[in-house]
């Protein structure tokens, strides 16, 4: 009996232990986090993009002129809009209230998470690879470069479902054609974070995993998929472009 109770407690201690991610304290994305893509200047698609995340796409403080290509269709209540390549709303700072103001709310959010974000300190790596990181694996941690960073072949994100990545990113993110950013392990998109002073670019059909936060602009080529959340301080840009989350 004795021997029974002792197993049953060390296997829930195991697993206690077990849950406990590793890696730095989770970003707080606050209400940026209802949008599969946000932007201060506009987002555009060259059709036909499609982005199946059940979370918005908004635009503010520019007006809905700043959604390109998408064919809206504005609903009744001039509240937000559709369009048929979107699964979920489009909003805009021009369109109806609440709407300016919950959008306000939003880029400020998305503004203290990339200021969180970018003021992390005591990373765990620095100036890995010198920032030609494809090909490598990453584990669980604060990732910080002082330049740009390339993926110019598959690199690998392996960690748990409750393990955490942070990458500072003090120049431009660029990810070569069909190249892929892959999760393994059991890890999570929304536990990845690149946090980019530049802009981004990813190259035809190629893939990307985790939250973008953007200084300025993210651009996805023709092909390009992303499980992603894409938040840019200034423009997103889709061209054929598939955007889940």
Do not use: C
């Not at 070569?176 to 892959?182: G, N, P």
């Not at 999570?188 to 190629?206: F, I, P």
């Not at 992303?226 to 889940?244: G, I, M, P, Y």
Request: no cysteine; aromatic share 8%.
């Amino acid at each position: 009996m004795f021997s029974s109770l002792f197993t049953v407690s060390f296997l829930a201690a195991l697993a206690s232990v077990v849950s406990i991610g590793f890696g730095p304290a989770a970003v707080n994305l606050r209400t940026a986090g209802n949008y599969a893509i946000l932007a201060n200047s506009g987002v555009s698609t060259v059709p036909p993009s499609v982005i199946t995340s059940f979370r918005q796409v908004a635009v503010s403080p520019i007006a809905a002129t700043g959604l390109t290509g998408f064919s809206l269709t504005v609903d009744s209540t001039g509240q937000f809009s559709t369009s048929n390549q979107v699964t979920g709303a489009l909003f805009a700072a021009s369109y109806a209230a609440p709407t300016p103001a919950i959008l306000t709310a939003a880029i400020g959010d998305m503004g203290t998470a990339f200021t969180d974000a970018t003021g992390r300190v005591n990373p765990n790596f620095v100036n890995l690879a010198s920032g030609a990181i494809g090909g490598l694996v990453l584990f669980p941690g604060l990732y910080k470069w002082g330049t740009g960073v390339t993926i110019g072949s598959d690199v690998t994100i392996s960690g748990g479902p409750t393990d955490t990545w942070i990458f500072q990113v003090a120049g431009t993110l660029t990810v070569a054609a069909a190249k892929k950013i892959v999760l393994s392990g059991g890890a999570l998109a929304s536990n990845v974070v690149w946090v980019v002073s530049g802009a981004v670019s990813a190259g035809a059909a190629s893939h990307l995993e985790g939250v973008i936060l953007s200084k300025t602009s993210i651009t996805l080529q023709t092909g390009t998929t992303a499980n992603s959340r894409l938040l840019a301080q200034t423009f997103v840009a889709l061209q054929k472009a598939t955007v889940t989350n």
